[in-house]
């Protein structure tokens, strides 16, 4: 690419992995295609808290090089620093971070700058709020109140300048704001005239759009129909749905139309950005699919996997289930768990009928990993994970919601019941002295015959094709963004290991004439798709999806070897190296190579 390339993505998991852009950071850092081509690595983000050692500041693998809190420097950059730090009434931690894949060894070691923004110098911080709005038109006393979106703000600043000061500005570097996070610090460096920055908004997601999409009784359902009209009509999202500048997000997303470029990770994202603003147009967007797992296994090793989980059933229920299904997934609503639960009922009556059992092992939590002493407690007392209850150290409140309709699933069905483990981990040492001791993380990924993940609002879904490489059957919904991927790679094929349940289809529910009315094809008809709309059209997906899986698991054990192959082949064709090599470094040499449009949609 010419000048050694500096990477700097500004995220809020610079020094942990919390969820998807921690994934996609631990895929680019392994991948030898990233490190053949990016010369230099830095993750930028704040300093969340000030408690932990500073063994501890940089999380595992980190050293510390540079660390005024602790009194540490061991960089040449330490007489900056505190130059920056007295500067801007700041302080700022400095070091290394070592990335490793256990089952490739690439290692790689990324620098990481953290800035404790707490108590930033007022006078300074609203110079350049004032600057903001000024070119970009953000109203930052807006937002000045949520602490969530003022500690990015308050970050930008002083990150231009350590970045200057640790000599990365001098050659090709790209500012990589990875969502809404970083996008204060793009802006800042496009505003710094001193220095050549690109900028790239990398979209994991339209917060705006997932917004709107959880909150509206429709989701999915109804938001895509919605679109494809607006689309039709040359209409944009405050035309629609109202104004949104309420929301802190939507300003800084909206304003990523001032990048250079906009990575965006799945082939709704587009859409939905265009969707926005008509400056989204002409931005230049780049599709950039997150990659896959891809790990080669026998069909003997799927099986053992399988009957560690099957022994576990039994341990739990009595029973040695024919299928194990699973769905590892954060408990949000985006999540559509409940359309889990809704398949499952069409399967059992089948089940029941063919004389055929299944469990689902359904890994969700929305608190931090719970003691081993309290899970353990939980499982003599009252059988945890099989029963549950409500308050700590078991079920959180949402948690509580989502237990009950599992215990009414339960309650009706005989052939297919769900295990509810709300617990991060899966082993011994995390989930208690009835599961098989030598379980591991792994096995639940490599033993499921099929995994669940249709959800409402997925901007691509890793978590759902997981289990893919191991021969699993991955179903997730039409909007999910590793769906264009899939289509990328198996073309017009279909393959046992794949199905998509399409829940935006309002033709797959005709009008019956009965008393819910059909739905008008028109902006304002789509907008009154409710829930007993959506029920319908999902009871009908359902359906034909559990008809669908059952179809794939006929023969299954027979033919476990050519799903195990198949799987492989396709995930191979969707690693990380796969991505990085097609999608995300030709993204970052266009960059590179295009000239800036720093002037481009001024708010003046």
Not at 19 to 24: F, Q
Not at 85 to 105: H, M
């Amino acid at each position: 690419m010419g000048d050694d390339l500096t990477a700097v993505h500004v995220t809020h998991e610079a020094v942990g992995k919390i969820g998807g852009i921690g994934a996609v950071l631990q895929g680019f850092f392994t991948s030898k295609s990233y490190l053949d081509e990016v010369d230099r690595s830095i993750l930028v983000g704040p300093l969340f808290s000030t408690d932990a050692p500073a063994s501890q500041r940089l999380g595992e693998n980190g050293e510390v090089l540079y660390s005024s809190i602790d009194g540490l420097a061991y960089t040449k950059y330490a007489p900056a620093f505190r130059m920056l730090e007295d500067f801007y009434n700041t302080n700022i931690v400095y070091g290394r971070k070592t990335f490793v894949d256990k089952d490739t060894s690439v290692k790689s070691s990324v620098e990481v700058l953290l800035v404790d923004v707490r108590n930033i110098n007022i006078n300074l911080l609203n110079e350049f709020k004032g600057r903001m709005y000024e070119r970009f038109g953000i109203r930052n006393d807006l937002y000045e109140h949520i602490w969530e979106c003022e500690q990015y703000v308050r970050l930008a600043p002083v990150a231009i300048a350590a970045l200057k000061e640790i000599e990365a500005a001098e050659g090709s570097t790209v500012i990589i704001s990875h969502e809404f996070m970083g996008m204060a610090t793009a802006l800042a460096g496009i505003l710094e005239t001193s220095c050549d920055f690109k900028t790239v908004f990398y979209a994991h997601e339209v917060a705006t759009i997932r917004r709107i999409v959880e909150m509206h009784p429709g989701h999915d359902t109804m938001f895509y129909n919605v679109l494809r009209k607006a689309q039709e009509n040359g209409l944009y999202v405050d035309e629609v749905f109202g104004q949104q500048y309420d929301y802190f997000k939507h300003a800084f997303v909206e304003a990523s139309k001032y990048c250079d470029a906009i990575f965006a990770v799945g082939d709704c994202i587009p859409d939905e950005l265009k969707f926005l603003a008509p400056e989204f147009e002409d931005a230049n967007i780049n599709i950039v699919y997150n990659g896959i797992p891809a790990f080669k296994i026998s069909a003997a090793q799927k099986q053992q996997s399988k009957e560690k989980l099957q022994e576990y059933c039994n341990s739990l229920l009595g029973y040695r289930p024919d299928f194990v299904f699973t769905h590892v997934t954060r408990l949000v609503h985006s999540k559509g768990l409940w359309r889990d639960l809704r398949v499952l009922e069409h399967q059992e009556k089948e089940f029941e009928t063919r004389g055929k059992t299944a469990v689902m092992f359904l890994l969700s939590t929305q608190t931090a990993q719970r003691n081993i002493s309290d899970i353990i407690n939980m499982e003599t007392e009252y059988s945890w994970p099989v029963a549950h209850r409500e308050g700590y150290p078991d079920l959180s409140g949402g948690e509580a919601g989502f237990y009950t309709a599992i215990q009414k699933f339960n309650a009706a069905s005989r052939n297919i019941k769900v295990i509810f483990i709300n617990q991060f981990g899966f082993d011994r040492k995390t989930c208690g002295n009835r599961m098989p001791e030598d379980m591991e993380f792994m096995d639940i990924r490599r033993g499921s015959d099929v995994e669940f993940g249709m959800s409402v609002y997925e901007p691509f879904g890793i978590a759902q094709l997981e289990p893919l490489t191991f021969g699993g059957i991955c179903v997730f919904s039409s909007v999910c963004g590793c769906t264009g991927f899939l289509c990328d790679v198996i073309g017009e094929k279909s393959v046992r290991n794949i199905i998509i349940a399409d829940y935006t289809d309002l033709d797959s529910v005709p009008y019956d004439g009965g008393d819910s009315k059909p739905v008008q094809t028109s902006i304002q008809g789509y907008l009154r798709i409710d829930r007993s709309v959506r029920d319908r059209i999902e009871s009908s997906v359902s359906n034909k999806v559990a008809s669908e899986i059952i179809q794939s698991l006929e023969d299954y054990e027979s033919g476990i070897e050519g799903m195990v192959q198949t799987g492989y082949e396709l995930a191979k064709k969707m690693s990380w190296d796969v991505v990085v090599q097609n999608r995300l470094l030709p993204g970052l040499h266009n960059v590179l190579n295009k000239k800036t449009h720093k002037n481009i949609y001024s708010n003046k």
